[in-house]
T-cell receptor
């Protein structure tokens, strides 16, 4: 299957600092990537859809100025949590679909290993 | 948008017992996918259902898509400890690119 590399796998940062999470698709050029946040024993909540070469589409309630997403190439998307607070502590996961979204077929998604962020 | 609910939220079974999780949407779906997430891991794709009434099997796993394309189920026959994890449905809606997940069902299997 396709491989997605997410880095770092865990990070601890101080309140007020920024953290960048990288997500690379290793064997596929992804035009669309997804970023999720997952709290313990809860589902994955979609934060934004990252589009290569254009602005990300954020879900309702997600602050675009706080969670900066950059998808500058077909193999790399980054999520930067700016001015982190303890309530931002969570598990962040990236993912991309292998097929074309437009035809809704063959849209199996592949996910990175996740990044556990702890803000102290 | 509103998250699709899965029931049950949590199930604890003895190894060898069957398990079923249900995913219910209030609106018609284009298709639906299922994923499994092991504790501490990331979601892994299991299956995609597209047609009304579709049934697909993967060894001990049986997936169904309702006739109205509003609900789906995953049934595991004779659970094993390797089945432990959280099972998520991922409903897909026409015209919507985002991939969202249901609330999930956490399965615990007692050896």
């Amino acid at each position: 299957g396709a491989v997605v590399s997410q880095h770092p796998s865990w990070v601890i940062c101080k309140s007020g600092t920024s953290v960048k999470i990288e997500c690379r698709s290793l064997d596929f050029q992804a035009t669309t990537m997804f970023w999720y946040r997952q709290f313990p024993k809860q589902s994955l909540m979609l934060m934004a859809t990252s589009n290569e070469g254009s602005k990300a589409t954020y879900e309702q309630g997600v602050e675009k100025d706080k969670f900066l997403i950059n998808h500058a190439s077909l193999t790399l998307s980054t999520l930067t949590v700016t001015s982190a607070h303890p309530e931002d502590s969570s598990f962040y996961i990236c993912g991309y679909v292998r097929g074309r979204i437009t035809n809704m077929l063959n849209t199996e998604a592949f996910f990175g290993q996740g990044t556990r962020l702890t803000v102290v | 948008g509103q998250q699709v609910m899965q029931i049950p939220q949590y199930q604890h079974v003895q190894e060898g017992e069957d398990f079923t999780t249900y995913c219910n949407s209030s609106t018609t779906l284009s298709n639906i996918q299922w994923y499994k997430q092991r504790p501490g891991g990331h979601p892994v794709f299991l299956i995609q259902l597209v047609k009304s009434g579709e049934v697909k099997k993967q060894k001990r796993l049986t997936f169904q898509f309702g006739e109205a394309k509003k609900n789906s189920s995953l049934h595991i026959t004779a659970t094993q400890t390797t089945d432990v994890g959280t099972y998520f449905c991922a409903p897909r809606y026409t015209g919507r690119r985002a991939l969202t997940f249901g609330s999930g069902t956490r399965l615990q299997v007692q050896p």
